[in-house]
């Protein structure tokens, strides 16, 4: 009985997770294919369990470090979900996969034929787009190593004019051509690479943020982020540069020593990797302007390096995005949309600013909380059924609690001044306001009476922003909670992989 009591973690997870594998198990099918799907299933299972296991004994040390615990948390279960989830059934990763593997093209020095695969690369049978398909596993059966040389032709042109971002899975396929590895392999290795380095961007994030650490870590586990990030989705390379940019940010506005010139080209390196990539999360380089002014030597000082911080970004946004804008906004004459309905132009746009306001404000008014719910996995592509509510409002509990924590008693020093709060405040409308604004040119139709095509996970990379805006002096607590949030996203990821796994073997 005393042992028991002394471990009520492991005790409450034992009972969880064999009922939730009674569940799985009293599934039935008649697919000729059914036992080598259950086998894939049990195996992913047992090994979430044997993984949530070890991060229970890994939370009863005494040294508990919230970074390390971070780095073997979104391994593990990054790895499971990685896997878990079938290629291109996530937003667009038909697209990025081809355009990823032009580009590895240029880090292997083939320069000469771009456009052309190797056949077995470009085999996607048993696979759907935005679709976790079981069949897509069938794929596995399929020989490791490429046998064949054939190449095919794929005239794709890239969709960004920012190779930047698909560096880490380019290079993660580029190895994976290297050894001549078949499609599934190649394609998780580049799967693998887009991970890792966004496992490497939030650690670093939450060592270097002062304070709200909890928070980083929060809002990289959300069932979204955490999906998005063990794809080739550019939004892992988003989240990962936005939450290291507002971590450094939130570090030069609260530190107290004098400005050096390496923070401030830190912070112009990050404006450059953040602003051409989505230009909506341009506005997070104006925090700059938020760092205190006793910092500097001079007004004159403070302003120009704040500056050079906005302009940095901006001159990214020419260099790689400015012929795109200039197609996307440009066009004088009225413009056919995706499904054949006359679109916004520049002329139309010039003519009916009033509209367009109440149209934002229309947006705004009646679809926020569903901007919200889908970024915590109301719309969680690949999965044919949405993330429950009680699982989606779990995960919002735990970024609350994780905003209010502070471990001072005087916690001046872990809080925003009033007027840093009000210009990330104004940094967070700002985003919104371009999100909707980019989403009128591309998705929305002239005689739409709302603003089409915005997403929640859209507004992800901004949820640090919004948390530390809840942060206060008032509604605080100095308990040391981080072990408990620990412990509650351990039951949170293995329902995820349960989830996908029972959704789809």
């Not at 009591?5 to 099918?29: D, G, N, P, Q, V």
């Not at 190797?118 to 596995?140: C, G, M, P, T, V």
């Not at 290795?189 to 496992?199: D, M, V, W």
């Not at 550019?234 to 004098?258: H, N, Q, V």
Request: glycine share 4%; with cysteine; charged share 15%.
């Amino acid at each position: 009985w005393n042992w028991c009591k002394t471990h009520k973690r492991e005790l409450c997870f034992a009972f969880t997770a064999l009922f939730l594998i009674a569940l799985y198990i009293s599934k039935s099918s008649k697919n000729s294919n059914e036992a080598y799907f259950k086998i894939i299933g049990y195996f992913t299972l047992f090994v979430g369990v044997i993984f949530s296991f070890f991060l229970l004994f890994v939370s009863r040390k005494k040294e508990f470090s919230l970074p390390k615990a971070w780095l073997i948390m979104a391994l593990g279960f990054g790895l499971i979900r990685m896997f878990i989830i079938t290629p291109f059934s996530v937003w667009d990763e038909y697209g990025h996969y081809e355009i990823s593997y032009r580009y590895s093209d240029f880090l292997l020095f083939k320069f000469k034929s771009p456009h052309l695969m190797d056949k077995n690369h470009a085999d996607y049978s048993n696979l759907e787009i935005q679709n976790n398909n079981k069949s897509a596993f069938l794929r596995y059966k399929d020989p490791f190593f490429l046998k064949e040389t054939e190449k095919v032709d794929r005239q794709r042109i890239p969709s960004t004019p920012n190779p930047v971002q698909y560096i880490p899975q380019a290079f993660g396929l580029a190895i994976g051509r290297l050894l001549h590895f078949n499609f599934m392999p190649l394609f998780l290795l580049g799967r693998l690479f887009n991970l890792l380095f966004y496992i490497f961007c939030i650690w670093l994030a939450i060592k270097t943020v002062p304070f709200g650490k909890l928070v980083i870590f929060a809002c990289g586990l959300l069932p979204l982020t955490l999906q998005q990030a063990a794809s080739l989705s550019l939004d892992a390379y988003i989240l990962a540069i936005s939450f290291l940019f507002f971590a450094y940010l939130i570090k030069s506005m609260t530190d107290e020593e004098p400005a050096k010139l390496k923070e401030i080209i830190v912070l112009c390196v990050f404006s450059v990797l953040i602003s051409p990539s989505k230009l909506i999360y341009w506005p997070l380089a104006l925090l700059a302007f938020f760092i205190p002014q006793k910092r500097f030597a001079s007004k004159k000082e403070w302003f120009f390096s704040a500056f050079a911080v906005a302009f940095s970004g901006i001159l990214a946004i020419i260099a790689f995005s400015l012929p795109s804008i200039a197609v996307q906004s440009g066009e004088s004459k009225a413009k056919i949309l995706y499904n054949g309905e006359i679109g916004w132009s520049l002329t139309d746009m010039l003519h009916n600013p009033g509209r367009i306001i109440n149209m934002a404000l229309w947006t705004l008014r009646y679809t926020w909380a569903d901007w919200i719910s889908q970024a915590f996995g109301s719309i969680i592509m690949g999965l044919p059924q949405e993330v429950p509510v009680w699982c989606r409002q779990a995960h919002l509990y735990v970024l609350v609690i994780s905003a209010l924590v502070c471990y001072t008693a005087n916690s001046e020093r872990e809080v925003l001044t009033k007027f840093q709060k009000f210009g990330v405040a104004l940094v967070i409308l700002f985003v919104v306001a371009l999100a909707m604004f980019g989403e009128l040119v591309i998705w929305t139709p002239l005689n739409a009476t709302s603003i089409d095509g915005v997403q929640g996970r859209y507004f992800l990379p901004i949820f640090p922003l919004i948390l530390f805006l809840f942060r206060n002096r008032i509604f605080v607590t100095t308990r040391n909670v981080e072990k408990a949030v620990f412990v509650t996203e351990i039951f949170l990821q293995f329902y995820l992989v349960f989830m996908s796994v029972n959704l789809t073997l």
